[in-house]
């Protein structure tokens, strides 16, 4: 390919995505292919010569999209979003167009240097402390990988790195029982074992019991083992709850334990300041992170980590081969020496567009119209006698189940509303996610999308209502 139809492309291309998003509504939410059924459409072999852009872009069309699910949809509301948005879409193809590798500051000094501005904004429009230190992780469960990592050679004196470990199965770590997998991904990277996170219960709102963490913590002490970290979170993936940061603060405190904040979603509503009571004793924990790729319309990935001593993460991280050493070393943030990667994409970029597009009052707009939609359906769900809320509503998740007079029992109301999730999802006009509360099949419905508006959250209730009616009875 050539610039001048390089140029044609893009210009083809720009109009496509733009159509894209104008028909978006008319693609089903969810693809319902089957297993194995885009692959049986596509060549196993790779092309041995040069193949024409129309062609590709014909076969991207034909048996690439009816295996998308579409995440920007408005009538998505599965999992948590994954929003994008137009300023963050431009600034990809600007990203794209550069591709820049950026490593170091040198490899090109803007990216780190936005990097750095950009990270002082979401501090300072979220309300972490000032004097914390901001950096761009991929996601959310690296980040909290790089959290006990940094736990673990704080605690070690950075010997493990070194050495290895000596006495293994003595390090403990500790989240919710509603915690997000991550956690237990990363206490088993971490070489610590996942026999050595420990769960600890939550009370009726699904929010961690801290009294419980201190007698946990207090009992591995008596019986010789080492508490190490404390993952608390800020809106769980089943429900939003939000543990009692305060309180487990001061528990980890006491205990000299380093303390990670999951807010992997919920961060984004510290933009609104009616929300910072979730981050009351921030100053006393370790480490946060959130994901503006969830809620703060930034496309896909863009993980906003912040620490309290950014000497224990560069410590933790940094490594020196020869042909990384430049005259600038102390000077600047050489972001590959705070995380895992050492290749790194230039993602400050789409974050700047998208704070400088929208302006903090319209990101705080379009975050409060989320939260108020979601009371609103759960208003709904709550007049409703056929249905039911499962979990408080502190920020834009509800959850709920059907459950009309004429079933009854855990089992058969599970058996129905995992029933009425398939039917809607297959329709592809809805997508909606499920959890397990206090073994409850529970209809996740997430409204938090970047093009949502009342009246789409409005419609999928009035579906929803109308698919359950069509759910067998025993
Ligand atoms: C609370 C929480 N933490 C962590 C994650 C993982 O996020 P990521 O995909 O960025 O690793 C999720 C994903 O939904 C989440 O809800």
Not at 267 to 274: F, M
Not at 327 to 345: E, S, T
Request: aromatic residues 10%; proline residues 4%.
């Amino acid at each position: 390919m050539n610039n001048a139809e390089f140029r044609e492309w893009a210009h083809r291309l720009a109009d496509h995505m733009a159509d894209y998003y104008n028909n978006i509504e008319t693609y089903p939410v969810k693809s319902n292919v089957k297993p194995g059924e885009i692959l049986a459409q596509l060549p196993k072999a790779p092309p041995a010569g040069s193949e024409d852009m129309s062609q590709i872009m014909s076969d991207f069309e034909r048996i690439i999209m009816p295996g998308i699910t579409h995440w920007q949809s408005p009538n998505f509301f599965a999992y948590f979003p994954a929003n994008g948005s137009y300023p963050s879409i431009l600034a990809e193809m600007l990203t794209a167009s550069l591709g820049a590798q950026c490593m170091v500051w040198d490899t090109s000094p803007a990216a780190a240097e936005l990097e750095e501005l950009v990270m002082n904004w979401l501090k300072a429009m979220t309300g972490l402390p000032d004097d914390w230190h901001g950096v761009i992780q991929d996601t959310a469960s690296t980040s909290t990988l790089v959290s006990i990592l940094c736990a673990r050679e704080k605690y070690a004196n950075y010997s493990i790195n070194e050495t290895g470990f000596k006495d293994t199965n003595k390090l403990r770590v500790y989240c919710s029982a509603e915690a997000h997998s991550s956690v237990e991904k990363a206490v088993k990277i971490a070489g610590i074992g996942r026999k050595n996170l420990v769960k600890i219960a939550t009370d009726i709102q699904y929010r961690m019991n801290s009294v419980l963490l201190r007698k946990a913590i207090a009992n591995d002490i008596a019986a010789g083992l080492t508490p190490l970290c404390v993952v608390a979170a800020l809106g769980t993936t089943g429900c939003t709850s939000v543990d009692p940061l305060n309180e487990i603060a001061s528990v980890c405190a006491e205990f000299n334990i380093w303390l990670h904040v999951d807010a992997a979603y919920a961060g984004t509503a510290l933009l609104l300041p009616e929300y910072r009571w979730m981050i009351e004793g921030i100053e006393k924990a370790d480490s946060f992170v959130f994901n503006p790729h969830k809620w703060m319309f930034t496309n896909f990935d863009c993980s906003a980590y912040f620490v309290k001593d950014k000497e224990i993460l560069i410590r933790t991280f940094e490594i020196l081969p020869e042909y990384l050493k430049t005259g600038n070393r102390g000077l600047v943030n050489d972001y590959r020496d705070w995380g895992i990667q050492l290749g790194r994409r230039f993602r400050a970029l789409k974050l700047w567009f998208v704070i400088r597009s929208f302006g903090v009052t319209q990101l705080q707009e379009m975050i409060r119209e989320h939260i108020r939609i979601a009371r609103w359906l759960e208003q709904q769900v709550i007049a409703h006698p056929d249905f039911e809320t499962l979990a408080p509503v502190p920020l834009s998740l509800v959850c709920f189940r059907y459950k009309p007079s004429d079933i009854a029992g855990t089992e058969n109301l599970n058996r129905v509303n995992e029933e009425l999730l398939g039917k809607l999802n297959a329709t592809g006009r809805i997508f909606l996610t499920h959890t397990k509360l206090n073994g409850q099949y529970t209809l996740r419905m997430s409204v938090a999308g970047t093009q949502t508006t009342h009246q789409h959250v409005e419609q999928a209730w009035e579906f929803i209502k109308e698919t359950a009616l069509g759910c067998t009875r025993l």
